[in-house]
Nanobody, 129 residues
């Protein structure tokens, strides 16, 4: 079992920055892909970014490229999402999710929420105009 705990959300003005953290306990992320999704009221859960722990490959939704950066800290078993130039439309609950990826396997379904094995409880990000 993997437990995921997000932190770092809050209220920020448009143009500001936040860094979200996703800390894992129970197992290391070494054979996992980890992603951030977000969900605004009345909308479907949306892929934001993902990172494959082994090798460090990163993937982004087109609308987040250049503003958001996903990274990992091996020692802390933590994934981060640095969010810059925030806009009011970035307001949502941000969720961390993890998927086990067997060694040597490709990872194509990183944008699909149902592909993930574990989810955190979410952290609220509110961007004021």
């Amino acid at each position: 079992q993997v437990q995921l705990v997000e932190s770092g959300g809050g209220l920020v003005q448009a143009g500001g920055s936040l860094r979200l953290s996703c800390a894992a306990s129970g197992r290391t992320f070494s054979r996992y892909g980890v992603a951030w999704f977000r969900q605004a009221p009345g909308k479907e859960r949306e892929f934001v970014a993902a990172i494959r722990w082994s090798g460090g490959s990163t993937y982004y939704a087109d609308s987040m490229k250049g503003r958001f950066t996903i990274s990992r800290d091996n020692a802390k078993n933590t994934v981060y999402l640095q969010m810059n130039s925030l806009k009011p439309e970035d307001t949502a609950v941000y969720y961390c999710a993890a998927k086990f990826i067997p060694v040597g396997s490709s990872w194509y379904g990183y944008i699909v929420p149902r592909e993930y094995d574990y989810w955190g409880q979410g952290t609220q990000v509110t961007v004021s105009s």
